[in-house]
Nanobody, 126 residues
Framework: QVQLVESGGGLVQAGDSLRLSCAAS????????MGWFRQAPGKEREFVAA????????VYADSIKGRFTISRDNAKNTVYLQMNSLKPEDTAVYYCARTRLMFGTTHKESSEYGDWGQGTQVTVSS
């Protein structure tokens, strides 16, 4: 079991940038792949980005590719999502998650993740 806490969300204008952070505690972090998902009101949870335990591989949703960057600092037990050129359609609650199995790959399916944070709200106005 691990506790994940997201932070860094807020209200911004289109074109602005935000950096989300996800701090892990109470469990093993460094040997698990991590992912970011988002969910807008009335819509299903959507994959955003994922990163392997050693940052050897990353994968992004097509909708954000070229604008968002996922990274991690295992010494700080933290994963980040740098979001640039934000668009109104990026508005959602953003969640970080840890894969169910140690040394997991960059899964896009939410079912592959067993631990989730409570989310942080990102609102992008036009």
């Amino acid at each position: 079991q691990v506790q994940l806490v997201e932070s860094g969300g807020g209200l911004v204008q289109a074109g602005d940038s935000l950096r989300l952070s996800c701090a892990a505690s109470g469990g093993t972090f460094s040997r698990y792949a991590m992912g970011w998902f988002r969910q807008a009101p009335g819509k299903e949870r959507e994959f955003v980005a994922a990163i392997t335990w050693n940052s050897g591989s990353t994968v992004y949703a097509d909708s954000i590719k070229g604008r968002f960057t996922i990274s991690r600092d295992n010494a700080k037990n933290t994963v980040y999502l740098q979001m640039n050129s934000l668009k109104p359609e990026d508005t959602a609650v953003y969640y970080c998650a840890r894969t169910r199995l140690m040394f997991g790959t960059t899964h896009k399916e939410s079912s592959e993740y067993g631990d989730w944070g409570q989310g942080t709200q990102v609102t992008v106005s036009s």
